[in-house]
């Protein structure tokens, strides 16, 4: 169990000096531990599938540079703040990337990805979270490190365990995402959703996430009907899959074929911006239904008569509300929320810090349902 006195005074860290620039890897001295964070051990950072166009300044979020990116990881507490009353040195933990500003929880960032858009968070960044996880060790806020319970998860079936491994728990941020928005339509068991797109890293997570809340049905719809036959065989009976066809009006033929709809829940790419799919799953939606949109999507058009005479609810989601974090758990904990292969999760690279341009070409290719792309530092 590390102490205080026995972490290393340097460690290597991923460096984004500017974002025209290739990153660096350098050695740095450990940050230093202040009240309400905990230094740690980082074991592995999972990429999302735009992680270069975010870093190489394509994306066009606000980073202040230079700074040590990452996001979500696994890691080992390896000292605490002395505010801490429960966080323990050697204990395991799930390191989430939205930070919330302490005197103002309106003012959020996403850790290691962007510097935010307001004067807050800008400061909040330039002058404590700069650096992230792509690092030995990070300094992180302590209420963003959610313990994980080792015996349950790592241990052994026989006994009493889920059987996962580290590396196969730094799934758990993608499936918190969609946590956020399924809680906010409160999806119930025996309801039917559509999820659109759903194959992708963040929409297959959503499927995954419905499975374990307990939907009856997931209409899964995408483009690639390879990668829709991917997401199906989650669970033949509860999924069904439609292609998305450009076309709303027969895309919403096809949606009203399965009955009544209770929830749309989307998660688009900005390219999506001018897809069918919103006109015709909202217009799908039955009396009273419910739709999370969480895409990263510019300005849309809603189809307003749909909304109106259908007393539809539309809900928003930046990621997910701090208390949505024990409920998400118990669905973990529980093993209602698969994962690993068993999940219909796959690990499709490891790689060290200095292999960051391979694993950003990994992440950008390989980012279907329960691909994950993990870089070890
Ligand atoms: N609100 C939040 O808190 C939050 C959190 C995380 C991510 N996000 C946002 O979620 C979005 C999706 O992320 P991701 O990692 O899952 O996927 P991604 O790699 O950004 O997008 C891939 C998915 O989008 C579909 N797609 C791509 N272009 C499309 C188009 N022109 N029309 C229709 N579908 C299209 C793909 O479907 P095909 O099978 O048809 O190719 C695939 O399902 C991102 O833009 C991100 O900003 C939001």
Not at 55 to 67: D, Q
Not at 188 to 210: D, L, N, S, Y
Not at 312 to 336: C, P, T, Y
């Amino acid at each position: 169990m590390a102490t205080t006195e026995s972490l290393p005074q340097s460690h290597r860290a991923l460096v984004l000096k500017s974002p025209d620039q290739p990153l660096v890897v350098e050695v740095r001295p450990l940050p230093q531990l202040t009240s309400g964070s905990a230094i740690v051990r980082n074991l592995n950072v999972p990429l999302v599938s735009y992680s270069r166009d975010v870093w190489s300044g394509k994306r066009g979020v606000p980073m202040i540079t230079p700074m040590v990116p990452g996001g979500t990881c696994v890691a080992r507490v390896a000292a605490v703040g002395p505010d801490a009353t429960s966080l323990k040195p050697g204990q395991l933990v799930y390191v989430h990337n939205f930070i919330a500003s302490r005197d103002n929880p309106d003012e959020l960032v996403l850790f290691g990805f962007t510097s935010g858009f307001s004067p807050g968070t800008q400061s909040m960044v330039a002058k404590e979270w700069r650096d992230a996880t792509l690092a030995e060790y990070s300094k992180v806020p302590l209420e963003n490190c959610i313990p994980l319970d080792e015996t349950r998860l790592l241990g052994s079936p026989e006994q009493g365990g889920l059987g996962y491994t580290v590396d196969e728990l730094a799934y758990l941020g993608f499936p918190l995402v969609a946590y956020g928005g399924l809680r906010d339509i409160d999806l119930k068991p025996g309801e039917t959703i559509v999820i659109a797109p759903a194959t992708g890293q963040f929409g297959g997570a959503a499927v995954q996430m419905a499975l374990a809340m307990g939907a009856a049905t997931i209409i899964a719809m995408g483009r690639n009907t390879q990668a829709l036959q991917r997401v199906e065989s989650l669970d033949p009976t509860r999924i069904k899959t439609l292609q998305m066809i450009g076309d709303w009006e027969k895309e919403l033929e096809a949606l009203k074929a399965f009955g009544p709809i209770d929830a749309f829940f989307d998660i688009s790419p900005r390219e999506a911006k001018d897809s069918s799919h919103y006109k015709s799953c909202i217009s799908a939606l039955r009396r009273n239904g419910r739709a999370s949109l969480m895409g990263g999507l510019g300005d849309m058009t809603i189809p307003g008569f749909a909304m109106v005479f259908g007393n539809l609810q539309l809900k928003g989601r930046w990621m997910w509300d701090r208390e949505h974090i024990a409920g998400f758990m118990r669905l973990v904990n529980s093993g209602q929320l698969k994962l690993g292969p068993r999940g219909g999760n796959e690990i499709t690279g490891k790689f060290g810090l200095e292999q960051w341009d391979a694993a950003f070409d990994n992440a950008a290719e390989k980012a279907r349902l329960g691909q994950m792309t993990l870089m070890i530092p």
